[in-house]
């Protein structure tokens, strides 16, 4: 909304004032809902005809979206008026409209805000798939005043892996759904400090939170007691061969404190580096086209062989062949 990726077109309501001296003046229409919206002295909200229970404000998301969230505001500056307090209602495309209800199945009616400046954010615990949403009023200060914002993720995106820049092509994209929600591998420790250590993984900011998790276990800074290796560091080069680290550790009053390990590492057409948490694959395996590709071009030399050797050659043989 207060992007203005939606267009104005997309953002209706059940009514908005008019002034009675001027009909064709749309300074509270819908399309100044928009989050922090300045508009002018007397604007800045989308502002109701009518002063009645029900009146709602409408967003349409262009396609089916997740909304985990909503942000209302009140009218800017020379107006004191919000509403107070308000219920959603979405749908989606051909669907019939519904009321949200949280994570226990009740209906839920949000408050919380409090002059006409300071943005409200209320979470949904039960985050919905809708393509439109409306804000509908409840309570009020003065007149049904609103400026909102809708929080969510799209259902699609896309994923892209790499391999080495000497390989042609170097880079594949393909469509995946958004809520794959699937956690990534548990990071290496960290070093022991104040007595833990602690790890962390990940999964996509469009799912249910937690988005990330850590695990922390207590570990002795004294101890001398070598702690696990760390991951292997990325190859240092990215076509040929190079090199590839990793590191441990022990207590810091030990002496060496860490060690690392390196190895040698090959980067040729062979294989993928995985760049997008979770989307593991096989190797791109080129060379497995080009020796189909050569066994049908030694297959069609074998057979002219064989041909001019039995046909052309002996042309006897043709017929003893036959026979």
């Known amino acids: 909304m207060e992007s203005g990726a939606i ?18 003046n749309d300074e509270h229409a819908p399309y100044h809902g928009r989050l922090n919206e300045v508009a002018g002295i007397y604007v800045g909200a989308w502002v109701a005809n009518y002063d009645n229970v029900g009146e ?15 942000i209302v505001q009140g009218r800017q500056y020379a107006y004191v008026q919000w509403v107070t307090s308000y219920q959603l ?65 799209n259902y699609q995106g896309s994923q892209t892996r790499t391999r080495n820049s000497c390989c042609s092509p170097s880079i594949e ?47 002795n800074t004294n101890t001398c007691e070598w702690g696990t290796w760390q991951s292997w560091t990325s190859c240092s080069t990215s076509c040929g061969e190079g090199r590839q680290t990793r590191a441990r550790y022990r207590g810091q009053s030990c002496n060496p404190m860490h060690e690392e390990d390196t190895r040698t590492c090959y980067n040729n057409c062979d294989g993928t580096s995985n760049t997008n948490g979770g ?45």
């Open 89 to 153: 209602r979405y749908r989606t495309d051909g669907g019939s409209w519904r009321t949200y209800a949280d994570i226990h199945g009740q209906q839920t009616i949000f408050s919380g805000i409090t002059n006409t400046r300071t943005p409200v954010t209320n979470l949904l615990d039960n985050p919905i798939r809708a393509r439109y949403v409306r804000f509908v009023a409840y309570s009020w200060i003065n007149w049904i005043s609103m400026r909102v914002e809708i929080l969510g993720c």
């Open 173 to 219: 994209t393909r469509s995946v759904n958004c809520w794959e929600c699937s956690w990534s591998s548990w990071s290496s420790w960290s070093t022991c400090s104040g007595g833990s250590q602690s790890r962390r993984r990940y999964r996509g900011t469009c799912c249910d939170r937690p988005h990330d998790e850590t695990q922390t276990q207590p570990c």
């Open 7 to 24: 267009p104005d077109s997309r953002i209706t309501a059940s009514s908005y004032w008019i002034i009675v001296n001027n009909p064709s």
């Open 56 to 70: 709602w404000l409408q967003v349409d998301l262009g396609e089916t979206k997740r909304v985990s969230g909503v």
């Open 279 to 323: 989307w593991t694959t096989s190797f791109w395996n080129i060379e497995r086209v080009t020796l189909v590709t050569l066994g049908v071009l030694i297959g069609i030399v074998i057979s002219g062989v064989l041909f001019w050797y039995c046909c052309i050659r002996d042309p006897d043989r043709v017929h003893r062949i036959n026979y």
